[in-house]
């Protein structure tokens, strides 16, 4: 067989032979920006030309810091296709953090979408790899700034050829690069190469898996700096889809409704609190999205309550996990044919079947012996496949890595007979108490489901007695507000928890603080938590 280097170019290819009439449609202040692949491919040759014109080379890094838009997009094509290195810039980072990113690729361009500019305005003087900055606009007056002088998107593009010869790249170059939010420590570069992007892609297309076809119109809400926007963008290139970016109006149900209704979305994607914000607009307005078939949702476990709400919509959720660290699809959560009916929700909750080219297992984390499979036993998942990460960028880490070179994700799970995997918690989030383990995960859900919960986040908090015992922060829907109590949630959990789960305190607060992509952020709940009272110390050493 011949020897044919996989590269994101193959997708360039496509998109420009076979679905140049396809379109991709952006959200804008008023209305939409409306173009195809076809008006896309000039621009990106022209884009091409441009970064050669600044001096950028092979393997070099050019960052981005922009919304879900289409210069996103013709960014995702030109910087690896031409052979740089796509560094999506997580806009949400802490100005310390998006210092540490920028120095740690030394990013050599960075592109920004003209409203992220005063983001990009913190890091004046501290980012000396940066030749140059690209501001992407749509002719609106510059916001103030001290970065000196900004070369303007537009005018780049302008100036070069509508052809551009590609170079002939090698799959095991890197195509992209993406760090963790750093919840913990600084944040850590996964570096995707050619070939893992190409991979990944073609695992996310299997029918079993993300299922995307040519006849789907695809409304990823997920970021486009967050793990590659889950893969999405190469995959509709692939596949052929009609895509639609909702630029900064992702957070808004509102806006995410009316642009999946009058772009006729059928596969919509995103984390699960975009999706609790949509099925109460949608159950407050009464409007509905027959059309959206598929709603790929990952990043945290799906609340049973929350999958019981968007089924009761019309609105069929996929359950997928992964990490910016595995490309980022692991597993989905598909019902195999042998399911009854009747199972079927059970299966759809948990995390799902491992993807083809991925292998996993569940360890001790302690001991790296490999536990069973029964549905029971639980320990660390750890991974390995031409879409895994094998260390970071500038930093080996070799605890990531096994012995015998499986990733180690940090991710607690336990898998049945048939593989299916339920995410137990990160191992950082597990409670520890007295000895046993408590799931965060299982008892967030578990309140969660309570009619008159909005959100639940359990952290756990020292204890002098059981080490640490569990604490639930909860947050009542708005038309229940202070008319619920610990007693009457404790109540509710009782047939759904083992006794010694119970919370030893809820908390009621307004909004259970969030990550920079909508996960509930527990570091923060951790160092804000008062500890257990004095009472209740003292009467736990008695
Ligand atoms: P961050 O670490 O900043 O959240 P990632 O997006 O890489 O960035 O997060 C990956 C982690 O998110 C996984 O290791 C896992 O803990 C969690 N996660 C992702 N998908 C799911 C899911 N479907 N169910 C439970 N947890 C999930």
Redesign the pocket.
Known sequence: MQDYELTIQHALWRIQRLFARKEVVTKQESGVHRTTYGEMVPRINRLAGALKRLGVKDGDRVATICWNNYRHLELYYAIPCMGAVLHTLNLRLFPKDLEFVVNDAADKVVFVDQTLIPILNQLVGKMPSVKQIVNISNGQPLPEHQLGELLDYETLLAAESEQFEWPRLKENQAAAMCY??G?TGNPKGTVYSHRSQFLHTMGVLQVDNLALSEKDTVFPIVPMF??NSWGLPYACGFAGCKIIFPDRWMGDAASVVELAESESATIVGGVPTIWTNVAGYLEETGKRLPKVHTVI??????PRALMERMDKLGLRML???????TS?LGSTATVRSWIPPDQALEARLH?GLVVPAVEIRIADPATNEELPWDGVAFGEIQVRGPWIAKGYYNNADPEKLTKDGWFR???VAKIDPDGYIQ?VD?TKDVIKSGGEWISS?DLENAIMGHPKVLEAAVIGLAHPRWDERPVAFVVERPEFKGKLTAEEIREFLTDKVAKWWLPDEIRFIDEVPK???G?FDKKVLRNGAKPFSEAATAAAQR
């Open positions: 963790t939010s919840t967050h793990a949702c990952g990043g945290s476990a799906i359950h997928a996990w992964g990490m910016t660290e980022p995390q994700t940090g991710d995410i990160r995960v990550t920079s992509v996960k």
